[in-house]
T-cell receptor
């Protein structure tokens, strides 16, 4: 298995633009997580899906952020409009799912810079 | 509120030194505690601890959990420059008795100088 695949790896955009980050979880994993990492706040959960259903989106900063998981093999995180304070590394992770003690596997991340 | 606190935030040592990284936690319905290593990119899994007093070991790295005192330590002996990384501690949040997302500490940044 290729692991969790994220795209793009880097994105630089101007403030006000729409940004879409993509994630393909590991096949067979039922849980998918979007995290944001900054120097100040470390790794923070944005949203957690289980079986394609959002379970906890309390970490989504505001209405500018939205996430979808239309099927078991694909998820998107969208920021519209983007702002400079959104600059961070965004990680997608997947795991086998609830009910099992299991680690989460991380993608390589998308480094977003909003100028 | 579930939380994970790591210390120190940053550590600089010389090759060959032994280091101990600390992680304390508060969680409703403990299931496990996980350690990750993050170099340039994605965090990579090191250990999962579920029982107190049982040491997990992988080469020069070892970890142990104390569920009574709510902490874990990660030891690295005979450190090498390749051990330089951010070490993250995490606990799964509880969702109705099932494992949910991981709550991470802010990490310990370890720098090993030659």
């Amino acid at each position: 298995d290729a692991g969790v695949i994220q795209s793009p790896r880097h994105e630089v955009t101007e403030m006000g633009q729409e940004v879409t980050l993509r994630c393909k979880p590991i096949s067979g994993h039922n849980s998918l997580f979007w995290y944001r990492q900054t120097m100040m706040r470390g790794l923070e959960l944005l949203i957690y899906f289980n079986n394609n259903v959002p379970i906890d989106d309390s970490g989504m900063p505001e209405d500018r952020f939205s996430a979808k998981m239309p099927n078991a093999s694909f998820s998107t995180l969208k920021i519209q409009p983007s702002e400079p304070r959104d600059s961070a590394v965004y990680f997608c992770a997947s795991s086998l799912g609830p009910g099992r003690n299991t680690e989460a596997f991380f993608g390589q991340g998308t480094r977003l810079t909003v100028v | 509120e579930d939380k994970v606190v790591q210390s120190p935030l940053s550590l600089v040592v010389h090759e060959g030194d032994t280091v101990t990284l600390n992680c304390s936690y508060e969680v409703t319905n403990f299931r496990s505690l996980l350690w990750y290593k993050q170099e340039k990119k994605a965090p990579t899994f090191l250990f999962m601890l579920t029982s107190s007093g049982i040491e997990k070991k992988s080469g020069r790295l070892s970890s142990i959990l104390d569920k009574k005192e709510l902490f874990s330590i990660l030891n690295i002996t005979a450190t090498q420059t390749g051990d330089s990384a951010i070490y993250l501690c995490a606990i799964p949040q509880n969702y109705g008795g099932s494992q949910g997302n991981l709550i991470f500490g802010k990490g310990t940044k370890l720098s090993v100088k030659p």
